[in-house]
């Protein structure tokens, strides 16, 4: 097959050619959007799902409806050792610029200004070394306390009192979400309440890994009223046909059902995965109807990079106890595992591994979906350590 027009794209938020089983979510997003847009109170989204899932495509195509509607988007990715305050601030700031050079003046754009110096003020932002200015006296008194608690709520109300007065909404789209601390998420759905209390027109739709709801339930009780959690899983046999015939079908070629089979026993759905099976399928495939030998050929290509590329740079960020701990996991089989089973592989007693849990929770390689239990957060990744148990580096 031609190789530049290979359909099938696998990389990190990369827009697969066919967006299937995500219907449900987007119909969520869809009202969200338009009863924010309507001044009517709705629970703004936080997107969950395991790596490779698709939660970054997802919110992408979220924004897009979300512009498609009049809205004003905002669009970061958090991640670890940058603070919420110097992330957002700048986009902030580019936005009430916009607002500010819309014909007639505002009041509202123009305090909007005022309190977002004040909140530079006291955070001490600076982007690429440059600090952040703004050629307008601060709001003295408002979003200056140096506690985001109490300064983010007020910002975000004032940026939503801006974009209302300009006769627009806000959306605020945040990824891998899971890297803002405590204080910061606390901070951020306190803002969101201020927002629902006063049915302003700013609306959030944030994704990370399936470890938030009980991150955000720790930080406000309130959380699960104010937010909702949906779940973007692995697709059924049946959408990962659809993923991977519908982007070749224009090309007229198609695939045996035997090797469609094949593909989803490989990947068990998983996005990322179908889109690494399909382009290597592409690229190997010179007739239709595609065949299992094919798929067979292209599984041994799609496995070494995968294991190079999306597996590795994940393991090696680790340190040799953290690896361990994960190799003991691997080792008990797939599916969770019982603290006291890792544990028990690592001849240590369950009281000697928190802190290296609690490492590997907060780099996003595990969570723990029921009380005492672990399970991997990237799909697959027990496969990868069995598959390389006998090399040296790992």
Not at 295 to 307: H, P, Q
Not at 309 to 320: A, H, I
Request: aromatic share 6%; with cysteine; glycine share 8%.
């Amino acid at each position: 097959m031609d190789s530049v027009k290979n359909p099938f794209s696998p990389g990190a938020g990369s827009p697969p050619p066919e967006l299937v089983g995500r219907d449900k979510l987007t119909e969520q997003a869809d009202i969200l959007l338009a009863r924010i847009k309507h001044r009517r109170s709705e629970q703004s989204m936080i997107l969950t799902g395991l790596r490779g899932v698709g939660k970054t495509v997802l919110l992408n195509e979220i924004e897009r409806m979300a512009i498609r509607k009049g809205y004003r988007t905002i669009s970061i990715e958090a991640y670890e050792g940058k603070p919420l305050g110097p992330l957002i601030a700048p986009h902030l700031r580019q936005l009430l610029f916009d607002l500010d050079r819309v014909a007639g003046t505002s009041d509202k754009v123009k305090r909007g200004l005022r309190v977002l110096r004040s909140f530079i003020g006291t955070v001490r932002l600076s982007v690429l070394n440059t600090p952040i200015e703004l050629d307008i006296d601060p709001e003295r008194g408002t979003a200056d306390s140096g506690n985001l608690e109490v300064d983010l709520p007020a910002l975000f109300v004032a940026v939503a009192e801006a974009a209302e007065d300009r006769g627009c909404a806000v959306a605020l789209f945040i990824d891998e979400i899971q890297y803002l601390n405590r204080q910061e998420l606390g901070a951020l759905i306190m803002a969101l309440h201020r927002i629902q209390q006063r049915q302003l027109p700013l609306a959030m739709v944030s994704a990370g890994l399936p470890v938030l709801p009980g991150l955000a339930g720790e930080s406000k009780s309130y959380a699960e009223r104010l937010l909702s959690f949906p779940i973007v899983g692995a697709l059924s046999e049946a959408d990962s046909a659809r993923a991977i015939e519908e982007p070749v079908r224009a090309a007229g070629v198609s695939f045996d059902p035997a090797a469609l089979k094949e593909v989803f026993r490989l990947t068990k759905g998983y996005p990322y995965f179908l889109q690494e099976w399909g382009y290597q399928i592409w690229k190997i495939a010179t007739t239709s109807p595609i065949t299992r030998k094919v798929v067979d050929a292209a599984t041994k290509v799609a496995i070494t990079r995968l294991d190079e590329n999306f597996f590795r740079v994940r393991f090696d960020r680790l340190t040799p106890s953290e690896k361990n701990f994960l190799r003991a996991m691997a080792e008990i089989g797939p599916g969770p595992s019982r603290t006291g089973d890792i544990a028990d592989k690592l001849k240590t007693g369950i009281n000697k591994i928190g802190v290296v849990r609690a490492n590997l929770i907060r780099k996003g390689m595990i969570y723990s979906p029921a009380h005492g239990d672990l399970a991997f957060t990237v799909p697959l990744f027990d496969e990868f350590m069995k598959r390389n148990a006998s090399r040296n580096d790992l």
